[in-house]
């Protein structure tokens, strides 16, 4: 029987890709009749309502609210250069003793709605779990990164058992040092957020289940890996092209559905109408990712060399160390004005799905290959940190839709590598990523795993009461 009222309390990390994977989560749930609460911090809710039409689109869904909390940072900090790590651990502060309160209070706002029957928080607050079990709320994590990466960090444990962590030389098997998430550290017992990884892992076991932004076709083999840890895995992805794909099948508005926490640069669009058919490389390396000066100078020289057009985001915190690099970036795109294009942020989903768009030279995110992946789209990888180290060997070794160039900035091996992507071996790489993006739309139409996954999710998310 169903639970008379299923409320789920989404809760992302306070950066763009999962805030954007959590609001697409919410959006199917608000489609599937639940009432849902999306937990976003007071900081980035002010950018999300500034440069996207989200309060509008979720009117549309009387059962949906934000609500929002201080992230414990103070207001007039900048947050572009706070530690990923000291984000955290200040949201903590925070989020542990509102969990609390709203999960032990018999409404969620205290006057309108039903109290809260299911947690989702991302995997990385694993406080969230033993909060749900002191309370006797479900707790059902959604893991935002690779679920390669979470392969390895399930493995963590084990190899330090057998002492193969701190790493020994000559580790056999697909996976090099230089793909682990940590590679660079000695120790792993006093990294901070390899502490926090490993916090996760042990409070997956305790979990009510796991979501992951993936599909079978794709992940198949680490899936059921995975589910030796946690049995109700559920793959639900790619999620925002199950997102789409519903919206469709209901017959409701698709268009302008950006979770930009920047304001996007639409002229990127009138640009690429004006080139020829798969003739352009597109470059991103996220929301986080900085680079130095000389790296942003290898990567233009390898990509003018090359020869092949090229469309650059170019945030402007890019430049690691610097305030802005208005007038660094400005010099740059005076020299190559003919065949370079360069946004601060561009509306990435329609970018790639754009017919001028041959290839992606990527930092290897979650989301921008799964972004890829949809469309088709083959990739270069540039792997900065954690799960992207991962991702890209997998792009490279296992899914054969790119090439992994891993974390090496050298302008001849850039302008080798995208000549290699977008020439000479164009026709096989994108015969491989056609053929993963055709089982990315099976996987989310109607009976494809996904599509099957989402709809046990909310069935399960139904059941789970108080
Ligand atoms: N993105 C965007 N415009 C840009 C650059 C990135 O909309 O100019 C979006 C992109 O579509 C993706 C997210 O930002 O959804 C980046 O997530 P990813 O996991 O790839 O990288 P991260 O930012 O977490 O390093």
Excluded at 300 to 326: K, T, Y
Excluded at 334 to 357: M, N, T
Excluded at 381 to 410: H, L, N, P
């Amino acid at each position: 029987m169903d639970h008379p009222s299923p409320h789920v309390l989404l809760f992302p990390l306070p950066i763009q890709s999962p805030i954007n994977s959590m609001l697409h989560l919410a959006e199917l749930f608000c489609l599937a009749g639940l009432q849902v609460t999306f937990l976003n911090t007071n900081h980035n809710q002010k950018l999300l309502l500034r440069h996207t039409n989200v309060e509008s689109r979720f009117r549309q869904y009387p059962r949906f609210r934000f609500r929002t909390i201080s992230d414990g940072l103070p207001e007039e900090n900048p947050r572009s250069s706070v530690q990923f790590g000291e984000l955290i651990s200040s949201l903590q502060a925070v989020a542990e003793p509102f969990l609390r309160e709203i999960l032990l209070s018999s409404s969620s706002d205290g006057v309108t709605e039903p109290p809260v029957t299911c947690v989702i928080p991302d995997g990385l607050f694993y406080y969230a779990v033993d909060i749900g079990n002191e309370i006797g709320v479900p707790v059902i994590p959604f893991d935002t990164i690779s679920p390669c990466c979470l392969w390895v960090y399930l493995c963590i444990p084990k190899l330090i058992q057998a002492e193969e962590i701190p790493f020994k030389a000559g580790m056999q098997g697909l996976l090099r040092r230089r793909d682990f998430p940590f590679y660079r550290l000695i120790d792993y017992a006093t990294d901070p957020y390899c502490q926090i990884a490993l916090k996760e892992v042990e409070s997956i076991p305790r979990s009510n289940g796991l979501i992951l932004n993936t599909f079978e076709d794709l992940d198949g083999p680490l899936l059921s890996l995975i589910r030796s840890h946690c049995q109700q895995t559920y793959a639900i992805g790619p999620l925002h092209l199950h997102l789409k794909t519903k919206l469709a099948e209901k017959r409701m508005p698709i268009s302008a559905s950006s979770n930009s926490l920047w304001e996007e640069d639409h002229s990127s669009i009138q640009w690429l109408d004006a080139q020829p058919i798969e003739s352009v490389i597109y470059v991103s390396f996220g929301s986080m990712a900085t680079l130095s000066k000389e790296e942003i100078l290898e990567f233009w020289h390898g990509l003018v060399n090359s020869g092949i057009r090229f469309l650059w985001v170019m945030r402007s915190n890019l430049l690691r160390g610097e305030e802005s690099n208005h007038q660094f970036v400005k010099e740059l795109s005076e020299g190559c004005k003919e065949r370079a294009y360069i946004v601060s942020w561009a509306p990435q989903e329609k970018v790639l799905a754009h017919s001028a768009i041959g290839g992606f030279l990527t930092h290897s995110g979650w989301n921008s290959t799964m972004e890829s992946i949809v469309q088709g789209k083959p990739m270069i990888c540039w792997a900065v940190y954690v799960d992207q180290r991962v991702t890209s060997r997998f792009v490279g070794e296992v899914w054969k839709i790119g090439v992994d160039m891993k974390d090496i900035c050298d302008r001849y091996i850039i302008e080798k590598m995208v000549k290699d992507l977008m020439v000479t071996n164009r026709d096989e790489f994108k015969k491989s990523a056609e053929k993963l993006s055709n089982l990315a739309k099976e996987s989310v139409g109607d009976g494809g795993s996904s599509y099957n996954a989402l709809q046990c999710l909310v069935d399960d998310v139904k059941k789970l009461g108080r």
